[in-house]
């Protein structure tokens, strides 16, 4: 009877471990996640300059493993911190960068956005082939990498789904209206009030004129002027300061998947899409924030009266 009782207890053992790691490999298996960097100006050149440096920056064109990117890599970094973090949202192994020209020009955007469109496809459909699933498709994006992002609305077949997670993406008007795209199933947009690079960028310099693309804004905005419900927007804050466009590149990259969580549990809250998350983390190295305690009510009518403080 004891050894009747044993090798049931073995069995049951095996056919749970086995259901586990069919879940696991199901779960790995359905989920790809892409990093997209910003504008790069002529840093490349800059930091090929610099011994050690280039490889931090660096994606080649197209899409590339973030495994077979230099281990100190930004774009490998951030995979990390958000697979250790949340590993039922990102998988590391499934995990890849997009590398672009980073020009500072609505038609590279443009045009990098097809290619990425192209690219997403192919990987999406040997995704299926290989393991017979439909992969969530999410796309994590700095900056004008975000506007890359929305412009696969002009692209993307209608059998590819999209989440986006923008992270301090200048909104502007050619943009704007590609978050109500159906190819976009979920929308986070992460921005913080002392982020001046984000919203500095001079849209009439370098707008084609000939195509008609004049707008009154002149400059960009940190969110977007829709109320949907996919769209969930939080203006971020540290210890009650808010963050910079170099201390969002990176350093708070710690700090997002939990804030991507907290928008998560705030989709039964209606008439509002821009929520207000303070992060208490004494250790963070701040470089150019401004303390807002004392303002932060004021500042209050700059997101909108859907506020949420959730501290």
Partial sequence: MQKQTF??????GFIGAMFVHKQNIKRRSSVISVYVHGTLFNWRNLFASIPGAAELTYVPDGLTPVSDLDEKAVARCLAQDFCSRDKRRFVYDNFYAFGWSGKLSFEEREKSAKFLSQELVKLAHEHEERYGIQPIIRLVSFSHGGNVALNLAQFLPKDIQVELVL??????????NFVLADCFTKIYVISSLNDFAQVADPLNIYRNLKRGDAKKQVLSQRFFNHNVDKLKQACVSVNGTYLGHLELFQLFNKHIPAVLNRL???TDIKGSTKFYFDVEDKYFPFLNGVNVIDVLKGRVKDLDEGLLDDE
Avoid: G, R
């Fill in 7 to 12: 090798v049931a207890i073995i069995l049951i």
């Fill in 167 to 176: 992270i301090a993406c200048p909104v502007q008007p050619e943009t704007e």
């Fill in 264 to 266: 998560d549990a705030l």
